[in-house]
């Protein structure tokens, strides 16, 4: 069985291990020059940096079992801390290393800058949430939830609003409260110990999956070719031609905007997506420069968050349309400084990189359906970030459903 995974993205890339591992022959074609889609290493004059900051949990379970497969070693590639949010205007809110509820239970008594009653009403509002599996009657918007629930305190400014952020890449206005739930289920709500720790990576992105997938399924006896784009695919007979290569199987493991060039034809109900950028910029301070933690939250200004690298490189993370976009590179970098140093104290704006993608990910917007992994062609199924139901664009969802769909191709290959 001859299968053929298009996009090397962590979708393709997981896609492609599940295949091999089970046995099949795969070959994966990536248009770029190396694997990894939009979570990857970026090579540019100032050293190897990651195409943007991707957000990694505990209970990024598939993630973690996926990158030990293929021998790169969670425990060695990623920093595990208790989850904390703290911000430059005296919030904190962190949980304790012990197994949930009591954790978050604890971590809600004991955030600063929120008043009681708050902290009370909020835990409520958890319970209700668990109790009802962080199912809504309706979709509808982040901002118009919290609003319904009575969230309207500090905790909505500090806490809820900046995580929707963060992990929708959507403005609160305009995400999904519904997904957001899901995201909370599996985080704050979830029961599993470890859940909520932040995982900040020691290495790149495309080290800790994309650099040993590719090895370990060259190891295997697949081919992975980058720079080989493909621009159409033909059924020949019951399979396909990719190339001028005949294979049983196909996977489509591409962003959602490339999606329909490829579809052998109209019978494919495609989402109507809307895209959000993300921008990074990359500071490289002297060495000795550290932020509180290594996540830090932003309020009053441009940025939303700053990652601490290491070795003096902060990273500042521009999520979803906004005001940021008005502003000319020099003067978001020098407002950015600016913030930085609210942490740091004073010192001179040092060299910085701006990574952006315009259209980085899709809108999490409410009543998104997913995009189907089924399709009306045999052997031809789908497979990405924007196919997960359960999440927004997430490194989970994208692996989840590149499980998926091989699973999908291989339970086919037995019928």
Not at 366 to 380: E, F, I, M
Request: proline residues 8%.
């Amino acid at each position: 069985m001859k299968i053929a995974v298009i996009g090397g993205g962590w979708a393709g890339i997981a896609a492609a291990v599940e295949l091999a591992h089970r046995g099949a022959s795969v070959t994966l074609f990536e248009a770029g020059r190396q694997l990894g889609g939009r979570a990857r290493r970026a090579d540019t004059a100032d050293g190897s940096l990651d195409n943007g900051q991707h957000l990694l949990l505990g209970a990024y379970t598939d993630t973690l079992a996926l990158m030990q497969r293929v021998g790169a070693d969670p425990a060695r590639l990623l920093r595990r801390l208790p989850l904390e949010v703290r911000d430059n205007q005296g919030f904190r809110l962190a949980l304790p290393p012990w197994a949930p509820p009591l954790n978050l239970a604890w971590g809600l008594l004991t955030a600063r800058g929120v008043p009681l009653g708050e902290k009370l009403r909020t835990a409520l509002w958890m319970q209700g949430l668990k109790y009802r599996q962080f199912r809504l009657k309706r979709d509808s918007s982040v901002s118009h939830w919290l609003d319904a629930a009575g969230q309207t305190g500090v905790l909505r400014q500090r806490l809820w609003e900046p995580l929707c952020l963060a992990a929708l890449n959507t403005p609160p206005a305009l995400a999904s409260a519904q997904r957001f739930a899901r995201v909370l289920r599996d985080s704050l709500g979830s029961p599993l110990p470890g859940a909520t720790d932040l995982l900040l990576p020691r290495q790149t992105l495309s080290e800790l999956l994309p650099d040993p997938a590719g090895a370990w399924l060259q190891a295997q006896g697949a081919r992975v070719l980058t720079r080989r784009r493909v621009r159409q695919l033909q059924q020949d007979g019951a399979g396909w031609r990719v190339e001028e290569e005949q294979f049983d199987q196909l996977i489509l493991a591409v962003a959602p905007q490339h999606l329909a060039a490829l579809l052998p034809g109209p019978g494919l109900p495609l989402p109507d997506y809307r895209y959000e950028p993300i921008a990074t910029l990359y500071f490289h301070y002297p060495a000795d420069t550290a932020l509180p933690f290594p996540l830090m939250a932003l309020h009053g200004g441009h940025g939303q968050w700053l990652v601490d690298r290491g070795q003096g490189v902060i990273a500042a993370s521009l999520s979803g349309h906004g005001p940021w976009e008005t502003l000319e590179e020099t003067a978001l970098a020098a407002a950015l400084h600016e913030e930085i140093c609210s942490f740091t104290g004073p010192r001179p704006l040092s060299p910085y990189r701006l990574i952006k993608e315009q259209r980085a990910t899709f809108a999490c917007t409410p009543d998104l359906p997913a995009c189907p992994q089924t399709t009306p062609w045999p052997g031809l199924w789908i497979a990405g970030d924007h196919c997960w139901a359960d999440y927004p664009a997430t490194l989970e969802g994208a692996v989840r459903s590149g499980l998926a769909a091989a699973r999908l191709s291989l339970a086919a290959r037995r019928t």
